[in-house]
T-cell receptor, first 112, second 118 residues
Framework: EAQVTQNPRYLITVTGKKLTVTCSQNMNHEYMSWYRQDPGLGLRQIYY???????DKGDVPEGYKVSRKEKRNFPLILESPSPNQTSLYFCASSDRFNQPQHFGDGTRLSIL | AQKVTQAQTEISVVEKEDVTLDCVYETRDTTYYLFWYKQPPSGELVFLIRRNSFDEQNEISGRYSWNFQKSTSSFNFTITASQVVDSAVYFC???????????????FGQGTILTVHP
């Protein structure tokens, strides 16, 4: 089954404790991306990757890091999480950037 | 910089009413792509339609139709004879393709919450 898998689905943690949200896709897609969803702000792109070893900043990259060492994986790293990063996060992938995105189920992060 | 505006934060209708969700975009590129996605109460994001900037033909898919007008930079979405199952958050999105600084970036609007009452 074609899917984008994010883990964990839910996480409550404390300020400053490094965390990683994993994202994996099994469709051999070139394009992968991370978004955060906040009430009233819609979906905002954090980082995106056009292919392996190619990553670029989206609209809200501050406080986040990504890497794309393999085509299937695109982890999101919060080196020193802060409460303003409490949000619902989605990973997505597609054949190319101009194709429809396949989204994961979302990860709800709470930073206390 | 690319921008997408969905001015309608929330819309409430009664079943069988027609409803139009507005989407206005800004871009300097002549080549770009527009999308609509649906997020039902269960939370997943579902792709509805993609349109490229060179194809202004309107599209109809069952009760759904889309009106793309480059002259007004709008890509509006109409649901005919709405149903309770149409209740969801709907997002419009834009991706530029001309190789500028926004190449590959995908910008979403703020979303419109549609509630269809029985």
């Amino acid at each position: 089954e074609a899917q984008v898998t994010q883990n964990p689905r839910y996480l409550i943690t404390v300020t400053g404790k490094k965390l990683t949200v994993t994202c994996s896709q099994n469709m051999n897609h070139e394009y992968m991306s991370w978004y955060r969803q906040d009430p009233g702000l819609g979906l905002r792109q954090i980082y995106y990757s056009m292919n392996v070893e190619v990553t670029d900043k989206g609209d809200v990259p501050e406080g986040y890091k990504v890497s794309r060492k393999e085509k299937r994986n695109f982890p999101l790293i919060l080196e020193s999480p802060s409460p303003n990063q409490t949000s619902l996060y989605f990973c997505a992938s597609s054949d190319r950037f101009n194709q429809p995105q396949h989204f994961g189920d979302g990860t709800r992060l709470s930073i206390l | 910089a690319q921008k997408v505006t969905q001015a309608q934060t929330e819309i409430s209708v009664v079943e069988k009413e027609d409803v139009t969700l507005d989407c206005v975009y800004e871009t300097r590129d002549t080549t770009y792509y527009l999308f609509w996605y649906k997020q039902p109460p269960s939370g997943e994001l579902v792709f509805l339609i993609r349109r490229n900037s060179f194809d202004e033909q309107n599209e109809i898919s069952g009760r759904y139709s889309w009106n793309f007008q480059k002259s007004t930079s709008s890509f509006n979405f109409t649901i005919t004879a709405s149903q309770v199952v149409d209740s969801a958050v709907y997002f419009c999105a834009l991706s530029e393709a001309a190789g500028g600084t926004s190449y590959g970036k995908l910008t979403f609007g703020q979303g419109t919450i549609l509630t269809v009452h029985p």
